[in-house]
């Protein structure tokens, strides 16, 4: 039986205020925007399974983890297998070559956010090749782009992004890329416009859509988070990445060894 450890903070009703903000921000998106409505991922980072299955018994299924040990107890939590059949697991973290495996093992694993070379690119592909028993299965992933030039990111530049698209496309069979993401710079001031890592993102999702006769609905476009992802939507966003606002705040904590290499996400705070 589990025990509710989440009283401090509503689940249910973080992710309706979030969901009902979504179809908010829908009907005020600019017509010209060609985009389709956007998939929530809940970013479950530091939480309890209780927490997870809480949002998923409310509908939700796709959920997003940063830390590769974390993703691999949560998604073999005893609870979460016997009580979250169809949930999708999304890694949003940093990828490190080494973590490979670890990661393709995961139970429901159902995207790779954060591809951003062809060498790791290509390490994934020959990875899932290898798995059983339906290697044929294509792996999702999106390709991740530093979009606000930050040293302390990963990410490829954006230049460069087209290039390993058709890298993927064209090389690698085991994966589908089925867009781009960024996690952008935090605390951007609204006020003074549009922001500078959305409209990068959006330009290099144009440029891939119109160098390859793509429609642009086809290529997701994974950007926004907590405290933003309302303005992402309306510049045609169709992935965001939401936690805080659905799970509660997380309380600071040590940082070490793959979390120390993955501070700027707890930063942005999803």
């Keep these: 039986m589990l025990r509710r450890t989440m009283a401090e903070f509503d689940v249910k009703a973080g992710l309706q205020h979030v969901l009902k903000r979504i179809d908010e921000v829908l009907l005020q998106r600019p017509k010209e925007v060609q985009a389709a409505r956007p998939l929530l991922v809940a970013v479950s980072k530091t ?20 830390y590769v040990q974390e993703l691999e107890e949560k998604s073999r939590h005893p609870d979460i ?4 059949p169809d949930i999708r697991w999304h ?21 790779i956010q954060t591809v951003d070379s062809e060498k790791l690119a290509t390490k994934l592909d020959a990875a899932w090749s290898k798995r059983q028993p339906t290697p044929e299965e294509p792996l999702q992933v999106l390709i991740q782009i530093n979009t606000s030039g930050e040293d302390v990111k990963s990410g490829i530049e954006a230049k460069d992004a087209p290039a390993l698209y058709q890298y993927i496309k064209s090389n690698l069979k085991h994966l589908n890329l089925m867009g781009i993401m960024t996690i952008g710079a935090f605390g951007f001031d609204y006020a003074s416009g549009p922001n500078p890592d959305f409209v990068s993102l959006m330009q290099v999702h144009r440029s891939i859509c119109e160098a390859y006769s793509l429609a642009p ?47 700027i996400g707890m930063r942005c705070g999803h």
């Excluded at 939480?47 to 940063?66: H, S, T």
């Excluded at 297998?81 to 979250?84: D, E, I, N, R």
């Design 47 to 66: 939480k309890p399974a209780e927490a997870v299955i809480e949002a998923y018994e409310d509908g939700q299924r796709d959920f997003g983890e940063n």
């Design 81 to 84: 297998l016997a009580k979250c």
């Design 91 to 111: 890694f949003i973290g940093h990828m490190q070559s080494n973590k490979i495996n670890k990661i393709l093992s995961v139970p429901n694993l159902h995207m």
């Design 217 to 263: 609905d086809s290529v997701l476009v994974s950007m926004g988070m907590s405290h933003d992802f309302d303005k992402a939507i309306e510049m045609g966003s169709t992935v965001v990445r939401v936690g805080s606002s659905i799970f509660g705040h997380r309380a600071a904590k040590a940082l070490g060894g793959e979390r120390s290499r993955d501070v």
